[in-house]
């Protein structure tokens, strides 16, 4: 089953360092911030246990509720690997993850506040870390709110809810884990329905129509992220063949991960470049201009419509030797 996944690919954060620990100071987007008061979760690192490699990660809202516990195989950003549980604000489970080299993979759990399961999906095993346009998964079962079965062993009809678990915002049948026939839903942030035709949980036709009777069809998953034509690594590799080391960092062997964030434009233009995690400014100033002289990236989309999107990058400044 193919929805949108976040453009958000790596985070960028500042940290305040604890002993055997890190702390950073998060907003809901993604962004990180310098200081507690302004942050809607803060999240610590700490050192693997005894005979592991993975940190341990644990997020918390302000209010000191758990919010994330899992482990990662860097410290920043997170690669998450293995089981990883969501928190709701009350405290009761909202979601057991499991990770494989930072993507989701096999058994996955979802749940309604009033702690009963609420969705079980299955995500097939990715090994590229760049799958991140799509994600592929099977809807195994499906109850509401109260117990009853709406979807059993992959068959049934699934009704999924918003955030708040108020309003029906997207339903149709399931067969064999995967969309089949009539889908329709409502998307309230972009003022539109949508309706769409899946065969053997492919999609073969949507329509969206905004609150103004604007209609678009599409025939590619309802939500796409942007990406540069050829995938990160084209991108990456831009970066290798354009980067000019500054004089003074390089004579004083100074290096360091920048960390941007800049919006793709519904064109595909580069803008709005920040510097979330600085190194100096020189070397900030040079992964600003490589990403502003990059060409156009392919913009994301929803339900056909391109938009703008926010999006975050590290880039490695290290010397080797010749």
Known sequence: MKFYLTAILFLASFAVFAQKQNVYFLKDDGRYVTNRDSADFIRIVREPDSASTLYNIFEFYPNGTKKLVGKSSRIDPPKFEGPCVVYFKNGARKALFNYKNN??????????PNGKIYIAKTYPEVKSEEYRETEDYLITDELDS??????????????????KFKKVIDEGPIKDGKPEGQWKGTDEGMHLRFFENYSNGELVLGISVTDK??????????????HYKGGLTSFYSYISNSVKYPDYEKE????????????VEKDGAITDIKVLSPVTVNIDNEAIRVLHESRKWIPGTFYGRPIRTQYTIPMDFSLTEE
């Open 213 to 226: 009777g604007d209609t678009v069809k599409y025939t590619k998953a309802r939500g796409t992220e942007p």
């Open 252 to 263: 004083h062997n100074i290096h360091g991960k920048v960390i941007l964030s800049f919006i």
């Open 103 to 112: 993507l989701l993979s096999g058994a996955q759990y979802e749940y309604y």
């Open 146 to 163: 109260l117990g009853a079965v709406l979807v059993k062993d992959g068959n049934g009809y699934y009704k999924g809810f918003d955030d």
